[in-house]
């Protein structure tokens, strides 16, 4: 299946295993699950989504803007995906950025396991893996006044005592009754007791500045701000170094002991313009795996591999390495823009 194209008959593998060594880490990739049933709800009273159960300190950072409980483990969404916005603008003149499909998985994890699941409000919580397929075609700018509405499927729920230990999020969104996205992400909590445990010697990181690396040209990196590149020149071709803005208002909403793995997601989709020379890059399939923190004060180096093993479409490959380990992994495939004939 070509990268830029998203069916409703598309199939997909079941869900890999997640190890106990993956789940204190950070996040690991898993194919996307079978679409889930789309059957109406009955009516009842809807859940608001707040900027504290998406974890955003700013009310315009948030796009999972309700919710509707269908059983236990089912529920109905709808998001509003704005047209412009500081961070998750329009990638060119017609369309919405595809990042914004896995900050919304990202949000409305977080918001169910607070509201429907029981997880306290100071749980730490860290996506295990995350999938993303995407539909560019379906995704345009002169939709972006419509309302998305996407189903959620809560399955491999783990309980810790009356609260959560982890679950997995499968997600179907449409616009206008059109598929838009599909995506799966495994999300573990952590209590702050255990968090401390987890990152004894590491916490004292939130009170030391980060140095502030000089970015790669915005353009470069498929921005259209200096102050959104999170990539920064390093030692050859198609690598980079992580550029750590604590500050930013978006990739930093709040003070953090490790580089979230939202930023990281980002720098491998920066990483895969750049590489690929593609512009804009635009990812109908997305995938990371995760295997430890990324921590804020030593250099990640970030590195691409690019395939084209399917005529029409680049693949990119993308790994950060830090102090000598691997952090994650990624991979982003984008369609190749048709090339078009001249007639003279």
Known sequence: MPAATLTDETETAPPAALTPAAAAAAESTAPSPPSPVTERPAPRSHTVVTKELAHRTAETDVFPARWTRISDTRFRFT??????????????DRHQDPMIVGETLRQASMALAHAEFGAPADTHFVMWDLTVRVDPAALLLADAAEPVEFDVVCSEVRRRGRGLHSMRTTMEFRRAGRLVARGTGSTGCTSPRA?????????????????????????????????DVVLAPADRPGVWNLRVDTGHPVLFPRPNDHVPGMVLFEAARQAATAAS??????????????ARYAELHSPCRIETEVLEDHPGEVTVRVSGRQDGALVFTAGLTSARPARVRSLS
């Open 79 to 92: 998001a509003h995906w704005p047209a412009a916005h500081p961070f998750f603008g329009p990638v060119d």
């Open 277 to 290: 020379g593609l512009h804009p890059f635009l990812p109908g399939r997305m995938t990371a795996e995760f």
């Open 195 to 227: 968090y401390r445990r987890l990152r004894a010697g590491k916490l004292n990181a939130l009170d030391t500045p980060v140095p502030l690396l000089a970015g790669i040209a915005p353009q470069t990196a498929g921005r259209a701000r200096a102050e």
